[in-house]
């Protein structure tokens, strides 16, 4: 890296870590220790210091190397602060303090954060992208909500649909190649019933005495979609349902088939309108079904299916025993051996599981993740055998993100919810209650693995209490005062680059809080991949529209000194597009105007 590239990276906080990074492989040089024998230098943390007399960031790096360099912490903190501040350092490091154990604190420049800001209104848009090192880029396949077709999205659902689809915002963002999936659930004992479900509103729809049955689906839903089919297909199966009549059951195989796919697909096209209605699209939408179908047969079963069980087969994994084949998951960590076709012939949903992950991976994806939600936390150590069976037996190569439940507010009080019972509130109902905008950002508020509670009383309040409204306030603030600025200046529109117009201006501490905010937005990006959080991005942008606010109200943007007025419209046009993009990789509009 040139003198010049390596400058140009010290913008952003991101580069500085590199830097640091490279600077401390010259004090802990890999190559004075074998091969293997130790790990390389850990990457280099910054933290920004609670109080500017801790400095303008900070770094824990020398506690965590300090037994590589064969140094204490604190004398690694210090080789490392004066090497760097010679070096890379020159020129945007002022001085640099050990603390506490072994903390390195390092004071920026005024002239880093004029740097840093001019850096970022020249990325624009493009500020945090591709913040992922290139060699840990991958083709990654998102599968998330995939839900039996059976009856509208919940706010369940809605979670889990936000969180994917932030989640693959977030992945194509920072340089994955992501594919999103919805594996639709249409094979099966629950379709079975759902058909029969169908049949019975259908049935009295048609003035036939024919109840639900009582492990079918109740929701008032099926009669909206039985009204549906009687106006496309009329009174064509008032006979079988009739001699059926009253035992939904009895419903010949061939017209339940009818039912269960016209149903099916009906259903399918509500879960379309509502997903597109709350911003989340799919790349490919595979039918369970489909796994079943085309190709030569092995153990009776053709398509996906067939393939599975013949390599399975191959490799020794199947047995036989009790009239039923069974995959060997006890050699791979699982508490049993699991069955793949039941003493009936029938397959388990396990076995298309299998299928579906196999197809998964045939298609060149180097990493899977699926989201699930709290109900299948125990099925993961199956999904994990079941992985390592299958070629290349890499089960690092399977992600399983478990989410947990969402309580809906009312009033205070927590609503109860059966899909079964018809007792539901939809992803339409929420989103015609509190609005599409505070469904997705409230939805990504906690990390997957914790309970949200979703007060629909505070999601429309349009106050700095509710944490959606606060943000897009800022945003809107912003637009603003740009529009006013400009109108001011006798133009149409703030300029967004600012470049060398700021001078050599003093940077005063809200300036330098709200521009060490800003920089620090890659990072935060990086982390929320990394650690599957897009609720880091939801509190980054809580922080960053308090960070502003309080710079607006203490540094006045239009002055007399035309260098403290660019460096500051500067500020504001950094603020706003990266609030901008920030609530677009949460799915959320950043309004103009509020």
Not at 99 to 115: E, I, K
Not at 573 to 580: H, K, P
Request: charged fraction near 25%; include cysteine.
């Amino acid at each position: 890296m040139s003198d010049r590239d390596e400058h140009e990276e010290l913008y952003g906080l991101s580069g500085l870590g590199r830097s640091l990074g490279r600077t401390l492989a010259t004090i802990v040089p890999l190559a004075d220790r074998p091969a293997g024998a130790e790990p390389a230098p850990p990457p280099i943390e910054l933290t920004l210091p609670p109080k500017p007399e801790f400095g303008d960031v900070s770094t824990p790096v020398a506690l965590a190397a300090a037994r590589l360099a064969g140094r204490s912490p604190r004398e690694l903190a210090g080789e490392l602060g004066a090497a760097w501040s010679a070096g890379p350092g020159a020129g945007i490091c002022e001085r640099f303090e050990v603390a506490g154990p072994g903390f390195l604190n390092l004071f920026l420049s005024d002239g880093w954060y004029r740097d840093a800001t001019r850096h970022m209104l020249a990325l624009g848009d493009d500020h945090g992208r591709d913040v992922l090192p290139a060699g840990r880029r991958q083709k990654v396949n998102v599968e998330f909500v995939s839900v039996n077709p059976t009856g509208p999205l919940h706010v369940g659902h809605a979670r889990y649909a936000s969180m994917g689809d932030a989640l693959c915002r977030l992945f194509a963002f920072a340089g994955h190649e992501v594919t999103r999936e919805f594996y639709v659930n249409d094979f099966g004992t629950q379709m079975v019933k759902f058909g029969q479900s169908l049949a019975a509103r259908y049935a009295q729809r048609l003035g036939i005495d024919m109840a639900v049955p009582d492990d079918g689906y109740l929701g008032d839903y099926l009669l909206e979609v039985a009204d549906r089919l009687i106006d496309e297909v009329g009174d064509r199966y008032r006979a079988a349902v009739a001699a059926a009549a009253p035992d939904a059951t009895g419903v010949p195989v061939e017209v339940a088939d009818e039912l269960r796919s016209w149903g099916r697909d009906a259903i399918l096209a509500r879960f379309r309108d509502t997903l597109e209605r709350l911003r989340v699209p799919f790349d490919v939408w595979t039918s369970e079904a489909s796994l079943y179908a085309g190709g030569a047969s092995h153990r009776g079963f053709a398509g996906e299916v067939g393939k599975a069980l013949r390599e399975l087969d191959a490799d020794g994994e199947l047995f036989d025993a009790d009239a039923a084949v069974w995959l060997r998951t006890t050699d791979y960590g699982d508490d049993k051996d699991r069955v793949l076709i039941r003493q009936t012939g029938a397959p388990t949903y396990f076995l298309s599981d299998i299928a579906y992950h196999r197809d998964k991976m045939d298609r060149g994806f180097g990493h899977l993740i699926d989201i699930w939600g709290a109900d299948h936390h125990g099925y993961v150590p199956r999904m994990k055998a079941m992985f390592t069976a299958l070629p290349p037996h890499d089960p690092e190569r399977l992600e399983l993100i478990i989410g947990q439940m969402v309580n809906l507010l009312e009033s205070g009080v927590a609503r109860r919810m059966s899909k079964r019972r018809g007792d539901i509130v939809t992803v339409d109902d929420l989103i015609d209650a509190i609005g599409v905008d505070a469904v997705r950002f409230f939805m990504v508020a906690r990390s997957h693995d914790s309970t949200l509670d979703l007060d629909l009383d505070l999601a429309v309040e349009q106050s700095s209490k509710n944490p959606v409204y606060y943000v897009q306030y800022a945003h809107a603030r912003i637009c603003s005062v740009l529009a006013n600025l400009a109108r001011e200046q006798g133009g149409e529109t703030a300029p967004t680059h600012l470049g060398a117009s700021f001078g050599e201006v003093a940077v005063g501490p809200y300036e330098r809080n709200l521009a060490r905010t800003l920089a620090r937005f890659p990072l935060v990006v990086l982390e929320a991949v990394e650690r599957r959080g897009p609720h880091r991005v939801h509190a980054y942008l809580g922080e960053l529209a308090a960070e502003f606010h309080v710079f607006y109200r203490n540094c006045r943007v239009l002055t007399d000194d035309p260098e403290v007025a660019a460096f500051r419209t500067g500020l504001c046009v950094a603020t706003r597009t990266t609030l901008a993009k920030g609530l677009e990789l949460l799915g959320v509009s950043a309004p103009q105007s509020m």
